[in-house]
């Protein structure tokens, strides 16, 4: 269900695009509007440019361009109902979207859980720093965590006794039923409540919108060996571990610049490797990899770099995750640490040099693969070798990319030295595509003799035109630029919107008059581009018109008056749609020029020739008029 448009509306109104950008990128005002280095790619000069007046962005460097909503859709990865709710939010408009995709105006349920959550967290960095907190920030700083790096990450610690949580003060009956729901605390078989994270350093678990919805929780050295190592946060109403990527919070702007992620198994791992400049680092929070997980790295980028143990554990978990990343079409690449090895003893040991050889090393999952069937001893005969090889197989069939299986498989006969063509059937047969393939061709071959080349004709013919005149895109910038003028000057002409060719643009001014006629005024470029949510094609057709027709305007507007701007729309307006029209009329004239041909009829003839006489001064006509523009 789509959001109204009263609320959509109501949000874009209140929010200003060049202070929601700023708070991603350093802008400089050019002129009237502003410039700066584009955030989604590598730049050195400036070439994103941001039009306050119209709600716009425009990169010229990589071609990235929207508005307000797909600007904080794109850098913080949320989707269009979290980035409305977000600005609405910022706006102090009160909106909550409920499950079901309606607005309503109440109160939000889970908000009393989110602040739960907060209050641990804040609870627990103070106590970290607090004398109750010594051995947990030993512990730390042994492990070489510098302040900056759990600063960065909000870690804390949970102390026991009549210091921890559950004792603090302020923390009454009703909220004890807010932190069980939260999962901060929970109770025993006698109905007690206990601290669920006692005595354990705390890693709050930020979502990709920057709340805090969960913990893991790992105890210090020397604690009761009976004990789990790490507690982690149950499931609730904001928490759910397989929609969650540890770390991507901070970790996403470097993930977005770098177009890769690095994925580890655990928190301080995360710690670890941002701590030693790789921030583009993240770990699955507390579960193995999930397609969720996957989802929500695929809003940042498609590519991965898996970074497990060398035990066994870490092994499995390697080929968990390569399958579940090729499925998901992502770029994977795979880095195995030596043996005993984590990354944060690797770090400790190595240093920064020592990972960056490791990530300039990484091999392909089929490497790594291969490698690790290697070690559990398959290749030592000729049947685990035949297995061996249909395992590589069976995961190559995991990628949705034809071409990229074709690739891998030729790897595989590289490396094998087998035909290339055995394993290819072989891969068809696991995927069944031989026989989706046979299948396929014998639909084709009865197409084609069904079918003769006339129907093939029409066919196409019927198909939308995308090609852009000259002639329709002058049109467009005047309709951009100022409606209820454009619309007049084509009135004048007795100018037919159908005469358009290039679907984009028809629809643009069929949705540009509209508005005008039944709001009488003419709709912005913000208004335009949610009418076209959904049509990424349209939407920059009309982002690329406004950016070229602003730096048009902004010469024009030196020079001329509002008088002679006016006029030199009226006039553009005119000449552009003249131009479409004498272009139909021509195709006309020859249409009736070779009908005459084969025409007996002497009445029908002559009925012809009028038409024909009749076209040509139209055209005639049309050409005086662009002739007078002085513009």
Same mark, same amino acid.
């Given at each position: 269900?789509?959001?109204?448009?009263?609320?959509?509306?109501?949000?874009? @109104?209140?929010?200003?695009?060049?202070?929601?950008?700023?708070?991603?990128?350093?802008?400089?005002?050019?002129?009237?509007?502003?410039?700066?280095?584009?955030?989604?790619?590598?730049?050195?000069? /400036?070439?994103?440019?941001?039009?306050?007046?119209?709600?716009?962005?425009?990169?010229?460097?990589?071609?990235?361009?929207?508005?307000?909503?797909?600007?904080?859709?794109?850098?913080?990865?949320?989707?269009?109902?979290?980035?409305?709710?977000?600005?609405?939010?910022?706006?102090?408009?009160?909106?909550?979207?409920?499950?079901?995709?309606?607005?309503?105006?109440?109160?939000?349920?889970?908000?009393?859980?989110?602040?739960?959550?907060?209050?641990?967290?804040?609870?627990?960095?103070?106590?970290?720093?607090?004398?109750?907190?010594?051995?947990?920030?030993?512990?730390?700083?042994?492990?070489?965590?510098?302040?900056?790096?759990?600063?960065?990450?909000?870690?804390?610690?949970?102390?026991?006794?009549?210091?921890?949580?559950?004792?603090?003060?302020?923390?009454?009956?009703?909220?004890?039923?807010?932190?069980?729901?939260?999962?901060?605390?929970?109770?025993?078989?006698?109905?007690?409540?206990?601290?669920?994270?006692? @005595?354990?350093?705390?890693?709050?678990?930020?979502?990709?919108?920057?709340?805090?919805?969960?913990?893991?929780?790992?105890?210090?050295?020397?604690?009761?060996?009976?004990?789990?190592?790490?507690?982690?946060?149950?499931?609730?109403?904001?928490?759910?571990?397989?929609?969650?990527?540890?770390?991507?919070?901070?970790?996403?702007?470097?993930?977005?610049?770098?177009?890769?992620?690095?994925?580890?198994?655990?928190?301080?791992?995360?710690?670890?490797?941002?701590?030693?400049?790789?921030?583009?680092?993240?770990?699955?929070?507390?579960?193995?990899?999930?397609?969720?997980?996957? @989802?929500?790295?695929?809003?940042?980028?498609?590519?991965?770099?898996?970074?497990?143990?060398?035990?066994?554990?870490?092994?499995?978990?390697?080929? +968990?995750?390569?399958?579940?990343?090729?499925?998901?079409?992502?770029?994977?690449?795979?880095?195995?640490?030596?043996?005993?090895?984590?990354?944060?003893?690797?770090?400790?040991?190595?240093?920064?040099?020592?990972?960056?050889?490791?990530?300039?090393?990484?091999?392909?999952?089929?490497?790594?693969?291969?490698?690790?069937?290697?070690?559990?001893?398959?290749?030592?005969? /000729?049947?685990?070798?035949?297995?061996?090889? +249909?395992?590589?197989?069976?995961?190559?069939?995991?990628?949705?990319?034809?071409?990229?299986?074709?690739?891998?498989?030729?790897?595989?006969?590289?490396?094998?030295?087998?035909?290339?063509?055995? #394993?290819?059937?072989?891969?068809?047969?696991?995927?069944? +595509?031989?026989?989706?393939?046979?299948?396929?061709?014998?639909?084709?071959?009865?197409?084609?003799?069904?079918?003769?080349?006339?129907?093939? *004709?029409?066919?196409?013919?019927?198909? /939308?035109?995308?090609?852009?005149?000259?002639? *329709?895109?002058? #049109?467009?910038?005047?309709?951009?630029?100022?409606?209820?003028?454009?619309?007049?000057?084509?009135?004048?002409?007795?100018?037919?919107?159908?005469?358009?060719?290039?679907?984009?643009?028809?629809?643009?001014?069929?949705?540009?008059?509209?508005?005008?006629?039944?709001?009488?005024?003419?709709?912005?470029?913000?208004?335009?581009?949610?009418?076209?949510?959904?049509?990424?094609?349209?939407?920059?057709?009309?982002?690329?018109?406004?950016?070229?027709? *602003?730096?048009?305007?902004?010469?024009?507007?030196?020079?001329?008056?509002?008088?002679?701007?006016?006029?030199?729309?009226?006039?553009?307006?005119?000449?552009?749609?003249?131009?479409?029209?004498?272009?139909?009329? *021509?195709?006309?004239?020859?249409?009736?020029?070779?009908?005459?041909?084969?025409?007996?009829?002497?009445?029908?003839?002559?009925?012809?020739?009028?038409?024909?006489?009749?076209?040509?001064?139209?055209?005639?006509? #049309?050409?005086?008029?662009?002739?007078?523009?002085?513009?």
């Amino acid at each position: 269900m789509r959001t109204s448009d009263d609320i959509v509306e109501r949000v874009r @109104n209140a929010t200003n695009i060049v202070d929601v950008v700023s708070e991603h990128v350093r802008l400089r005002k050019r002129g009237k509007n502003y410039l700066g280095l584009c955030p989604f790619h590598t730049e050195k000069t /400036p070439s994103f440019n941001v039009l306050e007046d119209k709600g716009i962005y425009k990169c010229f460097g990589c071609g990235e361009a929207g508005d307000v909503f797909s600007f904080v859709m794109k850098i913080e990865g949320l989707t269009f109902p979290e980035t409305l709710a977000k600005l609405a939010k910022s706006a102090g408009i009160d909106y909550v979207r409920s499950e079901r995709g309606s607005e309503q105006k109440s109160e939000d349920k889970t908000e009393p859980i989110i602040n739960a959550c907060r209050d641990f967290a804040a609870f627990c960095y103070r106590a970290l720093r607090s004398e109750s907190g010594f051995p947990a920030m030993k512990y730390l700083l042994d492990r070489d965590f510098t302040e900056e790096i759990l600063k960065k990450f909000g870690v804390g610690f949970a102390p026991e006794g009549d210091g921890s949580f559950l004792h603090s003060d302020g923390i009454s009956n009703k909220k004890l039923q807010i932190y069980e729901q939260a999962g901060i605390i929970s109770k025993n078989e006698r109905g007690d409540y206990y601290d669920r994270f006692r @005595n354990r350093v705390i890693f709050p678990i930020i979502n990709q919108t920057g709340r805090i919805v969960g913990f893991g929780g790992r105890i210090l050295p020397g604690s009761n060996k009976e004990l789990a190592k790490y507690v982690n946060s149950p499931e609730t109403p904001i928490y759910h571990k397989s929609n969650i990527l540890y770390g991507l919070f901070q970790a996403k702007d470097a993930i977005r610049k770098q177009d890769y992620a690095i994925l580890v198994e655990g928190y301080a791992d995360v710690l670890a490797v941002s701590q030693a400049g790789f921030e583009n680092v993240i770990a699955a929070a507390g579960t193995s990899l999930t397609t969720e997980q996957l @989802n929500l790295l695929r809003r940042y980028t498609k590519t991965i770099v898996l970074l497990f143990d060398a035990d066994l554990a870490g092994k499995n978990a390697a080929l +968990r995750g390569i399958e579940l990343a090729l499925a998901a079409d992502f770029d994977v690449s795979c880095i195995v640490l030596p043996v005993s090895e984590d990354p944060d003893s690797y770090l400790r040991k190595e240093g920064s040099e020592g990972f960056e050889r490791q990530l300039a090393q990484k091999t392909s999952f089929i490497e790594t693969k291969a490698k690790l069937l290697k070690e559990q001893g398959l290749f030592n005969s /000729p049947e685990g070798s035949a297995r061996a090889i +249909r395992s590589l197989v069976e995961t190559i069939s995991k990628v949705p990319d034809t071409i990229k299986q074709e690739f891998y498989i030729r790897r595989i006969a590289d490396r094998f030295q087998l035909m290339e063509s055995t #394993l290819l059937t072989e891969l068809r047969k696991i995927t069944g +595509r031989e026989k989706r393939e046979v299948t396929r061709k014998k639909v084709e071959n009865s197409i084609q003799e069904q079918n003769s080349q006339q129907e093939v *004709e029409r066919y196409e013919s019927h198909l /939308p035109s995308l090609a852009l005149s000259r002639a *329709e895109q002058e #049109l467009l910038k005047t309709f951009l630029e100022d409606t209820a003028v454009a619309y007049k000057a084509a009135i004048e002409l007795d100018f037919d919107i159908s005469l358009i060719e290039n679907e984009y643009v028809k629809s643009i001014l069929i949705t540009c008059i509209r508005s005008y006629e039944e709001n009488g005024e003419a709709p912005s470029v913000a208004i335009l581009l949610e009418a076209f949510r959904d049509d990424d094609a349209v939407r920059k057709m009309i982002i690329d018109t406004s950016v070229a027709d *602003e730096k048009v305007s902004e010469e024009w507007d030196s020079q001329l008056s509002a008088t002679d701007i006016h006029e030199r729309l009226v006039q553009s307006a005119q000449q552009s749609a003249a131009s479409i029209m004498s272009q139909a009329l *021509e195709k006309r004239l020859v249409k009736l020029q070779q009908d005459i041909r084969i025409i007996t009829d002497e009445m029908e003839m002559s009925k012809i020739m009028e038409d024909i006489l009749a076209t040509a001064q139209q055209i005639r006509d #049309l050409k005086t008029l662009k002739a007078q523009t002085t513009f």
